[in-house]
């Protein structure tokens, strides 16, 4: 425990992680942090807010000085006595804590099948592949251009090149689903551009391919474990699989449930899966159950709204509306403050003062600030912000 008193007692700052050469060998190791979470650190060491093991005392060591106990977790708690002694204020420093801004991580799956190529329906409209890539990529207002700085993007084009050649045979060799991705990255529009040079190809493995994904966000996690994970699933028709690639209407509902079950399988694996229908053709309930699934609701009774792009402007809010909406205006501390310690807060973004309740908000895991309107606004504009909170001495950090 980080604590803070007014008076002269005060743990020391440096864990032993970085104060002992070689440190222990429990350093670092990864736990869940938060109020009431269970400690899974080794005995004598405890979880941090960034979610590492750490040690600040030893039972016999001392570490913590006068008026301090160090606790079986390894922390530096008040040990009760004489802690309401009252001295000057320039011996009752504020707390500062770093607050860290999450940024979403945004894997963009895109069905790269042939009927992509076909027109929206008014005279003078670009095919659904060219109004995709302008949605996304359009130097000046595509998304990813956007938020390019905000938001961790991937992207992988699905299609199936060993396809059905209309008479029930399978031609070609490749493997099934055919993925061509570029990694996910902060700062990746120039590779995600080159990606989108790409044409349409064949066919619509969206389960398998969805499972690929998912599967890929496993082996290849967030940096940051906080980091919320999403797919934004852009298809222009019903789906097929590796094993039927061109399902006719009596195979179609089953073809649909082995989507639904992917996506439900992404949310089983933390990733929240957003899907985007392109075009007019009849898709039935299938989109409605695509969205409920992928957020974790019952496919047929849940009330997520799918998102219809029948026009190319349509197309285009949709994309903003899915990234935008997940740029977390969340901010993770280093220390855990009381709800009631709250209001003595200051805290700023970019060096300007925000108002409690009317900017920011303590969740309650204490843990996490949430700004809130028009802080929210700047956050999510800012590609590098800088927010410090402050909060006044006397107040306990957990």
């Known amino acids: 425990m980080l604590a803070t008193a007014c008076g002269s007692k005060k743990p020391p700052g440096e864990s032993l992680c970085v104060a002992m050469i070689p440190p222990p060998a429990a350093c670092n190791m990864t736990c869940a942090p938060g109020p009431g979470a269970p400690n899974s650190c080794p005995a004598g060491f405890h979880c941090t807010a960034d ?14 000085g006068t ?43 895109l069905d790269q099948s042939g009927s992509m190529n076909d027109p929206y329906p008014n005279m003078g409209d670009p095919s659904r592949w060219e109004a995709l890539r302008k949605s996304l990529i359009d130097p000046t207002n595509g998304v990813v251009k956007k938020l390019d700085g905000s938001v961790i993007f991937g992207a992988a084009l699905y299609s199936n090149k060993s396809h059905d050649d209309g008479t029930g045979k399978q031609v070609g060799n490749a493997p099934c689903p055919t993925l061509t991705k570029k990694p996910r990255a902060i700062n990746n529009f120039a590779p995600i551009q080159q990606l989108l040079g790409a044409n349409p190809d064949e066919d619509t493995p969206t389960a398998e391919s969805i499972d690929a994904i ?11 474990p906080n980091a919320p994970k999403i797919i934004v699933l852009a298809t222009d028709g019903l789906p097929d699989t590796c094993a039927d690639a061109d399902p006719p209407a009596g195979r179609q509902a089953a073809a649909n449930a082995t989507s639904v079950a992917a996506a ?16 007019n053709d009849a898709a039935g309930d299938h989109p409605k159950q695509m969205a409920n699934a992928g957020a974790g609701k019952d496919p047929l009774t849940g009330d997520e709204k799918p998102f219809l792009a029948t026009d190319p ?31 003595n807060g200051i805290v700023k973004l970019n060096g300007t003062a925000l108002v409690y309740t009317t900017d920011w908000t303590l969740d309650p895991d204490g843990l996490t600030i949430h700004l809130v309107g028009g802080a929210c606004t700047m956050l999510k504009a800012a590609a590098n912000p800088t927010v410090d909170a402050e909060f006044p001495c006397g107040t306990i950090i957990f």
């Open 51 to 64: 979610g590492k093991c750490d040690i600040s005392c030893t039972q016999t060591g001392g570490e913590c």
């Open 313 to 343: 402007a349509g197309l285009t809010s949709a994309f903003n509306t899915i990234i935008g909406g997940v740029v977390s205006c969340d901010l993770k501390l280093s220390g855990s403050v009381s709800q009631a310690d709250a209001p």
């Open 264 to 279: 439900k399988r992404a949310y089983a694996a933390g990733i929240r899966l957003f899907f985007l229908f392109i075009g």
């Open 67 to 109: 008026g301090f106990e160090c606790t079986a977790d390894g922390s530096c708690t008040l040990d009760g006595v004489d802690a309401g002694v009252i001295v000057d204020a320039a011996d009752c420093p504020a707390v500062h804590l770093t607050a860290k801004k999450v940024t979403p991580v945004v894997e963009l799956l």
């Open 214 to 224: 998912v599967a890929d966000f496993a082996a290849n996690p967030p940096a940051d």
